[in-house]
């Protein structure tokens, strides 16, 4: 429960965190640690460098404006939930926060670390899929943007380079008046969850839906949006049948079976908990059911 | 290999050394210090009896490397401590059974430090949730519970019955 030998950086800039992760040889990057540590404890993880991001300045803060919510990836999520401007701003992700791990390792965790780590389980990748969230990411080739969609790249796997970081995560506001709702099962309070669901909904001054998102977790290798149940929603009125139907997509994703739960048991709980997901988002925005 | 300089505060006493970067801040309290009130239970981040404060957070220490606290203010069980007697939260563990093989009980004072320092009257519910990453596997949760809402109760009268 030690784990192997390795190097340790701490850098306190960018430019010199990207030099250390593209100069040096099987080097990983450690943000909050929360996943990291416990991997190497056990030693599924080996590494010979670990770079800590901890003392990077830049990759701190929360910041609005220009129509999105800017995070730091070194933010941590204690933070995140404490923070006013996401509870204004993104309600979705302050709700969400409450369900991450327990309050010990939101005090480490950070946004980027879930990110990178990818667990198919977590719940701020979701919250990112829902909100169609954009990931900066650095290296010493410069900057570039990701948007959520083309980050995963299947089971705890992402389209980061090995000598890239996570910068920054913007998540794009909606407008003042929508809702959300967030709905897991977890079997126990702070463990992961077998199956969740995350949805935001846009409704205009008639009851006609204008946008809407569905984004689930712990059904597939990595968050998936329901894209048939936001088709099903946008342009219509909301009622309890519309949102029973909508949530029926759910039965077009194939979860994964392990010692926890079977496909088919995340598959329903997916229905169900996207149903409440949206039932709540419908409230909020205004809507009586 | 990797061995590195760091300084860390641990219960208001500057402490220098060198150690290998992968020490855990655990180990660190344990054999450089020999502050073993933090103890270790599944070094995997899921018991929360390795819990201390750091920089005023509870934190598990057996997932934070000792090099990661350098420059940090660290609390451990025995800085919770007076120097005479036991403190205000300590001493309701003991009245109102809130342990028994004690093993689970410095993780436990710890993230309950934190609860009741950021919020004086926590309702059971919010006790439990902070709790949730604290495991006590002689299972006394209605003890350690019951013991928090008390000392939250009794903090509130010494401060002046707000």
């Known amino acids: 429960m030690k784990p192997a030998p390795f190097d340790y950086h701490a850098p306190r800039q960018l430019n010199e965190a990207a030099e250390l992760l593209a100069t040096l040889p099987n080097a ?52 995140l939930e404490l923070s006013p401007d996401v509870a204004q701003h993104c309600p979705l992700l302050a709700e969400a926060l409450r369900h991450v791990g327990h309050r010990q390792t939101r005090n480490r965790g950070t946004i980027g670390g879930s990110l990178a780590h990818a667990d198919p389980a977590a719940e701020l990748p979701a919250i990112c899929a829902a909100y169609d ?15 959520f969609r083309e980050f995963s790249a299947g ?38 969850a077998l199956a969740g669901a995350a949805a935001l909904l846009d409704v205009d001054a008639t009851g006609i839906v204008r946008r809407a998102a569905l984004a689930l977790f712990g059904v597939a290798e990595q968050p998936v949006r329901l894209d048939a149940a936001e088709a099903a929603l946008t342009g219509k009125p909301l009622d309890l049948t519309s949102i029973q139907t909508a949530a029926a997509a759910a039965w077009l994703i194939e979860p994964i079976s392990d010692i926890h739960a079977s496909g088919e048991y995340r598959r329903h709980l997916a229905q169900v908990l996207s149903a409440r997901a949206l039932t709540d988002a419908a409230r909020r925005s205004g809507v009586e059911l | 290999m990797g061995k590195q300089a760091t300084r860390i505060s641990v219960n208001g006493k500057s402490h220098a050394r060198v150690v290998d970067a992968r020490l ?37 220490s057996c997932l934070m490397f000792a090099v990661q606290a350098n420059g940090c203010e660290v ?26 093989c004690g093993f689970c009980t410095p993780g436990m004072l ?34 350690i519970v ?13 401060s002046g019955n707000s």
Not at chain 1, 38 to 62: A, K, Q, S, T
Not at chain 2, 33 to 53: D, F, K, P
Not at chain 2, 115 to 141: F, H, I, K, M, W
Not at chain 2, 146 to 158: E, G, I, M, T
């Open chain 1, 155 to 192: 089971f705890m796997a992402t389209v980061l380079a090995p000598d890239e970081m996570i910068t920054t995560i913007d998540l794009p506001l909606w407008p003042e008046g929508s809702g959300h709702g967030f709905h897991e099962f977890a079997r126990r309070q702070g463990d992961f």
């Open chain 1, 28 to 79: 990983k990057i450690l943000a909050g640690g929360q996943s990291l540590v416990p991997m190497m404890n056990f030693r599924y993880v080996i590494v010979d460098h670990l770079v800590d991001l901890g003392g990077v300045e830049d990759l701190r803060g929360i910041a609005v404006g220009e129509g999105r919510l800017r995070i730091g990836a070194m933010v941590r999520q204690r933070d």
């Open chain 2, 110 to 143: 710890i993230t309950l430090t934190e609860l009741l320092r950021d919020n004086a009257d926590p309702s059971e519910q919010e006790v439990r949730e902070a709790l949730s990453g604290n495991l006590c596997r002689c299972t006394g949760y209605a003890g």
């Open chain 2, 75 to 100: 609390t451990t069980v025995e800085g919770l401590t007076p120097d005479d007697g036991l403190s205000v939260l300590q001493q309701a563990f003991i009245d109102n059974h809130g342990l028994q």
């Open chain 2, 146 to 158: 019951a013991a928090a809402l008390d000392a939250a109760q009794r903090l509130r009268d010494l």
């Open chain 2, 24 to 60: 855990t801040l655990a180990d660190f309290l344990r054999h450089e210090l020999g502050l073993t009130g933090t103890h270790l239970g599944c070094e995997h981040g899921v018991c929360g009896a390795c819990t201390v404060l750091v920089d005023g957070r509870a934190a598990r």
């Open chain 1, 133 to 147: 969230a954009v990931v900066h990411v650095a290296s010493v080739r410069g900057i570039r943007p990701v948007p």
